[in-house]
Structures are given as structure tokens and as C-alpha cells.
């Protein structure tokens, strides 16, 4: 198995800016959600992953999680085509919850305006999205995201929960792949 040092461009986002970040949004959250008896985070496996179990610790309100698996198809590995296939769905009934959707990152959207549609169709009391990176010139589809960790530019990246080829989800930070490097090595 390659280490990563071979093709990390970058590491864009650091383990200590993750953290700080992630307090900062759990700060928000624990306000915005203070009241609400009935809150429920949604993660998207799998790359949401790591960022949910980060993200749960710094909230305050007390909440159930739930996971969802969705494959889309009719696309390569590093693109998707909006249409979406339930691999895993929720195991509650959301009617009557808020319900905060943990993503770990919007590109096209495609993805996301999807899972929303769906989600929506079930009536929640309230759904919103917190996605940790937002790459913003890429979108495609208007999703309406209200959290968001950090815009970053069109590169791909990789760490903390987002894979390479399945890989190095692991890493505690947020790097750059150094596309060259890595198709060459
Ligand atoms: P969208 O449907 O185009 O918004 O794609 C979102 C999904 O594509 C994310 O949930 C990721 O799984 C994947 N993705 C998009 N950009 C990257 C990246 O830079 N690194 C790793 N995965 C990515
Ligand atoms: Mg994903």
C-alpha cells in the first residue's frame, strides 16, 4: 500500500483548523437546535463519516443518528450523475424531526439535491445541511446549504472521510492529491 507522502500535493486543511472549525459549528448548532426535542443527524456514508463523529461531540442538544448509503451510478469515481440508488436507508421514521443532513462535500450537488427530495418527501419537521467543504464553482445544482466548514477551491481532495480509490479516509487532515503522482506511481 502507498503512503500518502508519494502524491499529497498540499495539506489544505490542517487537524487543528478541522478542530477549531468543528467547535465553532457545534457552538452553532447547539443554538440554532437549543429547542428542538426531536433532532436527528443524518450522515451519508461514507465519506461523512469522521466528520459526524467529530461534529456529534461539540453539540450540545441531546440527538439520534442515523446513516444513509447512496450509490449513484451512470457516473466515473470522481463524478456523479445525480441519479442516486438507496444502498442504506434510515432505520426511523423522520416525520415531525428536525433533521440535519452531515455531508462531507458538496461539488455538483447532484448528490445532495437528490438525498434532499427524498428526505423531504417523508416530512420532517426541518432539514438542513451541514457539509464540512463546500466546492462552490462546481455546482450545478442549487442545493440550499446553510452550515458550511470551508469553501475550497476545484481540486480534489482527500482525508478525513473522503477517499482516494477507497483509501486514506483515515488521515486527520485535508489534502491536495497530486493527480500526476498518483496515476504515475
Ligand atoms: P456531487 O453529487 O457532485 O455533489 O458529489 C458529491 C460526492 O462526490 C461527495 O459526497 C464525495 O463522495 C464525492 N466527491 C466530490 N469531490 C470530491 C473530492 O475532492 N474528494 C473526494 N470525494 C469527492
Ligand atoms: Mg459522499
Do not use: W
Not at 464553482?137 to 440550499?144: D, N, Y
Amino acid at each position: 500500500m502507498r503512503n500518502y507522502r508519494e502524491f499529497l500535493a498540499e495539506v489544505l486543511i490542517s487537524e487543528e483548523q478541522l478542530h477549531k472549525r468543528i467547535v465553532e459549528l457545534g457552538e452553532q448548532l447547539s443554538s440554532d437546535y437549543q429547542s428542538s426535542d426531536r433532532l436527528v443527524l443524518v450522515c451519508i456514508l461514507r465519506g461523512g463519516v469522521v466528520f459526524l463523529t467529530d461534529l456529534m461531540r461539540q453539540i450540545s442538544v441531546p440527538h439520534a443518528i442515523e446513516f444513509m448509503a447512496v450509490e449513484s451510478y451512470g457516473s466515473g469515481a470522481r463524478e456523479t450523475s445525480g441519479h442516486i440508488r438507496i444502498s442504506h436507508d434510515l432505520n426511523t421514521d423522520i416525520r415531525g424531526c428536525d433533521v440535519i443532513l452531515v455531508e462531507d462535500i458538496v461539488d455538483s450537488g447532484r448528490t445532495l439535491a437528490s438525498v434532499l427530495e427524498l428526505l423531504s418527501t417523508r416530512k420532517p419537521r426541518s432539514l438542513q445541511v451541514c457539509t464540512l467543504l463546500d466546492k462552490a464553482t462546481r455546482r450545478e445544482v442549487e442545493v440550499p446549504v446553510k452550515y458550511v466548514g470551508f469553501t475550497i477551491p476545484n481540486k480534489f481532495v482527500f482525508g478525513y472521510g473522503l477517499d482516494l480509490d477507497d483509501l486514506y479516509r483515515n488521515l486527520p487532515f485535508v489534502g491536495v492529491v497530486d493527480e500526476i503522482k498518483y496515476k504515475t506511481g
